[in-house]
């Protein structure tokens, strides 16, 4: 296999994931990837539905649609995930989908990113190695409380998964059908568990696949866990994790140590990377809806009872189609039928889940049950997103 | 291959399991220097001429206010702190390698591969798992080990090179402060700050043998085969076992960490664990095992409570004004310090105890000096001569 920069065209596929709110981001990142490796051709996974609000046809990048991944159970994996959870768990399925259509790797880019330079000096690895990985840190840090930082490294994962490639070897396949495993019901964020949603799962490459490439290209996913120790200089994919246009003096929602003021030479990137955002028209993508908020009947999905499906594990099964309310038996049905008088199955399962409710209701469905009922009208529906 | 050095670290209590790793470590490799660093004193307990291996002290290393060092930790915090240390001392003596050995592991086959493999790379790593982890509780045991690090710390090579050094001196850097069991901070013990070794050191090789570091969290994954003398490992010849949690007391469960695993269910490998505890019997452990921790005591021979290990190290560089933390005598002790009386809660020992407890939070005055001296002595394991 060659993957130098001549031959590159046709053996490698580049993808990323989004759901059509966040069309704009993978809008910008295709076409900035098209400006440095035009030969390579572009996929964008589409974790949500098109319902008619873009064309795909007038797209830079070639849509993919989730059905046309073999998922297995797909209702319940597209109901029992967050939008966030579901498009970080689909990764691996996608880079399996790209390497099933012939070629011979598959790249993986991360929705809120820019390509800034020929990724080509990274590319030519794949002829060595059967995945490259990029890590957060290539050294240890020494400004910013160096030791939060690497701590906080150590619990999200120690690869960043705004850049992973697989070769389509026996070895690598396998990886990636155990991590798609993973993916299909342990893609979540509880970091005192072992789990950052798809990314800790990394953590074992180097461990379950032999002679894993660990890319040490500063150049590479610059970010603001690397910064200020990355230059401007040089970049060649540039990590815009926790961005929100709307508040671009921020810089990301996930380090309140960086902001515009501080960030020195990098926030020329970000100014630059607003600017192509607005032009690719997030403002309009933004407000399109997620076609997997809703039950069938038009109520909104509270994040608990995605949850709760989740964790249900193989029992889930029995409820069918989980989106669906008017069959019998259907989970919709099943939250909303009372355990109590003017207590749903759902609240009393929320009940369960929440320590400061059980202090204050020790008795839901007996003593405490007015109150808590009550809490449910005034509070709950509130906090859980049940009152639009 | 005379310029590698291999050692292991114990405190004297367990120099039955050093004497039994030298012994099989020297049957193999009689040419490789063996070294044991006693974590603790000698205090006429054994001959170290007497010995198999070369001895080495806390004092031989470059530990900063060893004390210190020694006070605030546990001993198997000591031990384990040490190991960077260790591993520097044997490099500044000249050899081009040094390997790390936890002291309970057997050597059963011969180590050359991964000895030549430790002198050529940088840095060496032996994985918990070489592959996912197989049968229904896979995922919890991929999950435990995703908390406890990637890489096994029982297994360390590093050469004289400049990256391996720097490693060690920022690895060095966080045990003497950050050397503690604390999964939901990313902490647990020496072990998970090891993960980020592929991403700091270029070239660190992860080693995937399936004969090397065979122990209770992989042997579901490691099918072993006793044909005559030799012992196969997947096929493959068995190099080392790591008995984590073995008590030869109690040989009829592997380890202390999954009482529900009984040896006699481990196949094969289950006449692997008790000639293990047959070695360490005739090594001397029932005798050993009682010999008493040098450091585990105050200088008037008060046992030192874990408690106040963990007081001391909360109080940072604000302790140094105590001096030598050991020493009872003088009028700025910390022993007197934590005796001086305060209001409510008897001791200063004793408020860090109530502090500490938040389910305590409503007791006062003589409903806590009564809990402290009914239940608290008992539950924190505090001696006489500090109640309140």
């Known amino acids: 296999m060659d993957f130098s920069r001549r031959d590159i065209a046709g053996t490698v596929a580049a993808g990323t994931i989004a759901a059509k709110s966040a069309l704009a981001s993978a809008r910008v990142l295709a076409d900035s990837f098209r400006q440095y490796h035009p030969d390579i051709p572009f996929y964008v996974l589409l974790a949500d539905e098109v319902d008619g609000c873009f064309d795909p046809a007038r797209e830079s990048f070639r849509l993919v649609r989730l059905a046309e991944l073999p998922i297995p159970a797909f209702d319940r994996f597209r109901f029992h995930y967050t939008p966030q959870e579901l498009s970080y768990a689909a990764t691996p399925y996608l880079l399996t989908w790209l390497l099933d259509q012939g070629f011979d790797a598959a790249i993986f880019l991360k929705q809120e990113s820019l390509v800034m330079g020929d990724m080509a000096p990274v590319l030519v690895e794949l002829e060595r190695h059967p995945v490259l990985l990029t890590p957060h840190l290539l050294e240890p840090p020494e400004t910013g409380d160096p030791v939060a930082r690497e701590l906080n490294i150590l619990l999200s994962g120690v690869y960043n998964n705004g850049f992973a490639a697989f070769v389509g070897t026996a070895e690598a396949r396998c990886f990636l059908a155990w991590w798609q495993e993973r993916l299909w019901s342990h893609c979540v964020r509880d970091v005192a568990a072992g789990m950052h949603f798809e990314q800790r799962w990394l953590d074992f490459a180097p461990a379950f696949v032999d002679n894993v490439g660990i890319v040490r290209d500063s150049g590479m996913n610059v970010a603001h866990w690397n910064l200020p120790e990355r230059s401007a200089a040089n970049v060649r994919l540039f990590r815009f994790s926790g961005f929100d246009p709307e508040h671009p003096e921020r810089a990301t929602r996930y380090s309140p140590r960086l902001t515009m003021a501080n960030l020195g030479p990098a926030a020329e990137a970000y100014r630059w990377y607003l600017s192509l955002l607005e032009a690719a028209g997030w403002q309009e993508t933004r407000s399109w809806p997620y076609s997997y908020g809703c039950f069938d009947n038009g109520e909104p999905i509270p994040d608990v009872a995605r949850s709760i499906l989740r964790e249900m594990g193989g029992d889930a099964e029995c409820f069918g189609n989980p989106f669906c309310t008017s069959t019998r038996g259907s989970y919709f049905g099943w939250l909303h039928e009372p355990v109590a008088k003017g207590v749903p199955r759902l609240w009393h399962l929320v009940h369960g889940t929440r320590p400061d409710l059980q202090r204050v209701f020790p008795d839901p469905l007996g003593k405490h049950r007015r109150k808590f009922v009550r809490w449910i009208a005034q509070h709950g529906r509130r906090e859980y997103g049940l009152d639009e | 291959m005379n310029s590698l050095a291999v050692a292991t670290v114990v405190a004297k209590n367990y120099l039955s399991f050093a004497r039994v790793l030298a012994d099989s470590f020297l049957a193999r490799h009689p040419g490789v220097p063996f070294y044991v660093l006693l974590a603790d004193e000698v205090e006429g307990s054994f ?135 604390e999964i939901t901070q990313g902490l647990y013990y020496d072990q998970r700050w090891l993960d980020l070794l592929p991403a700091f050191v270029d070239g660190a090789k992860v080693v995937r043998d399936p004969g090397c570091n065979i122990a209770y969290w992989n042997l579901m994954e490691r099918e072993v085969r006793i044909d005559g003398d030799a012992v196969l490992v997947n096929g493959r010849p068995a190099r080392f076992f790591h008995f984590s949690g073995f008590d030869p007391l109690r040989p009829d469960r592997v380890t202390k960490y999954r009482p529900e695993l009984a040896t006699a269910d481990l196949g094969p490998a289950a006449r692997i664990y008790e000639h293990y505890a047959a070695l360490i019997n005739g090594a001397g452990y029932t005798q050993i095992v009682a010999w008493p921790y040098r450091y585990g005591t105050f200088d008037n021979g008060v046992p030192i409570p874990e408690i106040a290990r963990q007081f001391y190290d909360s109080l940072a560089d604000d302790a140094a004004g105590f001096g030598d933390p050991f020493q009872t005598e003088p009028p700025g002790s910390f022993f007197r310090w934590l005796n001086e009386p305060v209001p409510f809660d008897g001791t200063r020992l004793w408020r860090f105890i109530h502090e500490s407890r938040p389910d305590l939070e409503a007791i006062h005055g003589a409903a806590f000096l009564e809990w402290a001296v009914r239940h608290g002595a008992a539950e924190f394991g505090i001696p006489d001569a500090l109640l309140p």
């Not at chain 2, 004092?59 to 900063?64: E, N, Q, R, S, Y």
């Not at chain 2, 050529?120 to 435990?144: D, F, Y």
């Not at chain 2, 090179?161 to 690895?171: H, I, Q, S, V």
């Open chain 2, 47 to 181: 001959d170290p001429a007497c010995e198999p291996f070369r001895l080495l002290t806390l004092a031989d290393l470059a530990i900063p206010q060893p004390e210190r060092f020694r006070f605030r930790y546990s001993r198997r915090q000591v031990a384990v702190a040490s190991k960077p240390y260790l591993l520097e001392h044997l490099l500044d003596r000249g050899f081009a390698s040094a390997l790390y050995l936890d002291p309970d592991m057997l050597v059963m086959g011969d180590l050359s591969p991964m000895i030549e493999q430790a002198l050529r790379h940088p840095a060496i790593v032996t994985p918990h798992l070489i592959a996912p982890a197989s049968g229904h509780g896979g995922v919890g045991r991929e999950l435990n080990i995703l908390q406890c690090g990637t890489f096994n710390g029982g297994v360390l090579g590093f050469s004289d090179t400049p990256a391996a050094r720097r490693f060690l001196g920022w690895w060095r850097e966080r045990l003497y402060g950050e050397c503690r069991y």
